[in-house]
């Protein structure tokens, strides 16, 4: 049977059938309330700590493991690009991007009612998985402010090592604006849980949800909205922009594998503010979100570390920390909705099947995504939100999904729930590839995506930015 939305209300069921991580409306206390309620102080200081958790992960977080990858002459300028592009996209939320992803609009779009923050106030509050409970809403801003950060940053390693500094910045604010918002918005968007009191009241407000929540796809942190988003985007920029100069005749290896390996550690600890702290409440679920996080990840270190260990002849930190994010991204999902036992295969299964992404697809295609955006975050982030539909099986130590008008658990129908899972990737696919490739192609055209052969000879660093990393 599929999933009841008419019937959503609150509790770990409800987040094991449809609600997901940011598709909160926001919930703003009125005169009219008989008994507003009131944040709880421990879930407002885990979500905080949450938020400091995510910006680490990017700065420094990414901006390591990105900057170790690359040559030498290159390693500022992927420093700069993750840095700028993150506080560019900051201010870029709070003017607009906020409202239009968790406002109510219409199936694609939010609106304009929180525009520059209007209205919003620190007394404001923010709906959570359960009845009743609330956050301040400016918590519930910041949280969701970095994750709308580190997505385009993500794009940067498809790219890196070839692309002018400015056409970067242009790309990412049209991308941002035509395709991170309204797959924000498509997938996360809803009324929150105090609206479904009864199957009318849920029908209505499932009515005006996100397109993709209405098709019935779960996404708890991210798998859509942030890997397969920024993944496919990556594609499509590294093949308009074309190969590296040498690519495939010289030898490009990372320049510094321990950037690499604090990198890596620094988005593992980071991730817990990611995934833990899309729950939005400091609650046991929080903690089986947290074990399934740490346990995906370990599992995807070594199911990389030893298929790469056997096909090549040694283990290597590099393969190692790769591993580590492709089973952080696979879970991103999925956290939310599977068991521990599930998590770990899921781990294992993304440690081998984003390693052979990044090398044996990439080696048939011809693609230079110089640091593997595509290979990893958008086959991980496909893996995991497809299997969270298989792995999300009661029977198999997932959530299940909840009839709340019958008070019951409801029979699990795994294909279609799959079927839902892949409403959501294609959606994603296509809607972000389409406004990749327009936002390439016009900053192409205007200003120019790719630098000079003699700036990329003589490295970015110095041409670009008038900085060496190392004397």
């Given at each position: 049977?599929?999933?009841?939305?008419?019937?959503?209300?609150?509790?770990?069921?409800?987040?094991?059938?449809?609600?997901?991580?940011?598709?909160?409306a926001p919930l703003v206390a009125s005169a009219a309330d008989a008994v507003a309620p009131v944040p709880n102080k421990g879930d407002t200081a885990w979500?905080?700590?949450?938020?400091?958790?995510?910006?680490?992960?990017?700065?420094?977080?990414?901006?390591?493991?990105?900057?170790?990858?690359?040559?030498?002459?290159?390693?500022?300028?992927?420093?700069?690009?993750?840095f700028v592009t993150f506080s560019l996209l900051a201010i870029l939320w709070a003017i607009y991007g906020y409202s239009i992803a968790f406002t109510q609009?219409?199936?694609?779009?939010?609106?304009?009612?929180?525009?520059?923050?209007?209205?919003?106030?620190?007394?404001?509050?923010?709906?959570?998985?359960?009845?009743?409970?609330?956050?301040?809403?400016?918590?519930?801003?910041?949280?969701?402010?970095?994750?709308?950060?580190?997505?385009?940053?993500?794009?940067?390693?498809?790219?890196?090592?070839?692309?002018?500094?400015?056409?970067?910045?242009?790309?990412?604010?049209?991308?941002?604006?035509?395709?991170?918002?309204?797959?924000?918005?498509?997938?996360?968007?809803?009324?929150?849980?105090?609206?479904?009191?009864?199957?009318?009241?849920?029908?209505?407000?499932?009515?005006?949800?996100?397109?993709?929540?209405?098709?019935?796809?779960?996404?708890?942190?991210?798998?859509?909205?942030?890997?397969?988003?920024?993944?496919?985007?990556?594609?499509?920029?590294?093949?308009?922009?074309?190969?590296?100069?040498?690519?495939?005749?010289?030898?490009?290896?990372?320049?510094?594998?321990?950037?690499?390996?604090?990198?890596?550690?620094?988005?593992?600890?980071?991730?817990?503010?990611?995934?833990?702290?899309?729950?939005?409440?400091?609650?046991?679920?929080?903690?089986?979100?947290?074990?399934?996080?740490?346990?995906?990840?370990?599992?995807?270190?070594?199911?990389?570390?030893?298929?790469?260990?056997?096909?090549?002849?040694t283990p290597t930190m590099l393969g190692a920390a790769s591993g580590a994010v492709a089973g952080l991204v696979a879970i991103t999902p999925a956290c939310?909705?599977?068991?521990?036992?599930?998590?770990?295969?899921?781990?294992?299964?993304?440690?081998?099947?984003?390693?052979?992404?990044?090398?044996?697809?990439?080696?048939?295609?011809?693609?230079?995504?110089?640091?593997?955006?595509?290979?990893?975050?958008?086959?991980?982030?496909?893996?995991?939100?497809?299997?969270?539909?298989?792995?999300?099986?009661?029977?198999?130590?997932?959530?299940?999904?909840?009839?709340?008008?019958?008070?019951?658990?409801?029979?699990?129908?795994?294909?279609?729930?799959?079927?839902?899972?892949?409403?959501?990737?294609?959606?994603?696919?296509?809607?972000?590839?389409?406004?990749?490739?327009?936002?390439?192609?016009?900053?192409?055209?205007?200003?120019?995506?790719?630098?000079?052969?003699?700036?990329?000879?003589?490295?970015?660093?110095?041409?670009?930015?008038?900085?060496?990393?190392?004397?």
């Amino acid at each position: 049977m599929r999933i009841d939305l008419a019937s959503l209300t609150s509790s770990r069921w409800a987040r094991g059938a449809m609600v997901t991580l940011g598709a909160l409306a926001p919930l703003v206390a009125s005169a009219a309330d008989a008994v507003a309620p009131v944040p709880n102080k421990g879930d407002t200081a885990w979500m905080m700590t949450s938020t400091v958790l995510v910006i680490l992960m990017t700065i420094p977080g990414l901006a390591l493991f990105y900057g170790g990858m690359v040559r030498g002459k290159n390693v500022l300028s992927v420093l700069m690009q993750v840095f700028v592009t993150f506080s560019l996209l900051a201010i870029l939320w709070a003017i607009y991007g906020y409202s239009i992803a968790f406002t109510q609009g219409n199936d694609f779009f939010g609106g304009f009612d929180r525009l520059f923050l209007h209205g919003m106030t620190s007394d404001s509050t923010a709906a959570t998985f359960t009845k009743g409970v609330v956050i301040p809403e400016y918590v519930y801003f910041v949280f969701q402010l970095t994750f709308a950060a580190i997505t385009p940053c993500l794009i940067v390693g498809a790219f890196a090592e070839r692309v002018k500094f400015s056409a970067m910045l242009v790309f990412m604010v049209l991308w941002f604006t035509f395709s991170y918002l309204p797959v924000a918005h498509m997938v996360w968007f809803w009324q929150g849980p105090d609206a479904y009191t009864s199957a009318d009241a849920g029908a209505a407000a499932t009515a005006t949800a996100g397109f993709i929540f209405q098709k019935g796809a779960l996404d708890f942190a991210g798998g859509t909205v942030v890997h397969i988003n920024a993944g496919i985007a990556g594609l499509i920029g590294c093949l308009l922009v074309g190969k590296r100069t040498g690519y495939g005749k010289v030898a490009m290896p990372p320049h510094n594998l321990p950037y690499v390996m604090i990198g890596a550690s620094l988005l593992w600890v980071g991730w817990f503010g990611f995934n833990v702290g899309s729950n939005l409440e400091a609650t046991g679920f929080a903690a089986e979100v947290f074990a399934n996080t740490l346990l995906a990840t370990a599992a995807a270190t070594l199911s990389w570390m030893f298929m790469e260990w056997i096909s090549k002849g040694t283990p290597t930190m590099l393969g190692a920390a790769s591993g580590a994010v492709a089973g952080l991204v696979a879970i991103t999902p999925a956290c939310g909705y599977v068991g521990p036992m599930g998590s770990i295969v899921l781990g294992l299964l993304a440690g081998v099947i984003c390693l052979l992404s990044v090398s044996k697809l990439k080696s048939a295609l011809g693609y230079d995504d110089s640091l593997d955006v595509f290979g990893v975050h958008c086959i991980g982030g496909i893996l995991g939100a497809i299997l969270t539909g298989v792995f999300n099986d009661p029977a198999l130590g997932g959530a299940g999904s909840y009839d709340y008008v019958a008070d019951k658990v409801a029979d699990f129908d795994m294909a279609a729930q799959v079927i839902s899972q892949c409403w959501g990737v294609g959606v994603t696919i296509v809607w972000s590839g389409v406004v990749a490739l327009v936002a390439y192609k016009l900053v192409d055209w205007t200003i120019g995506l790719r630098v000079s052969e003699d700036v990329e000879r003589e490295g970015l660093d110095t041409t670009l930015h008038g900085e060496r990393a190392y004397d």
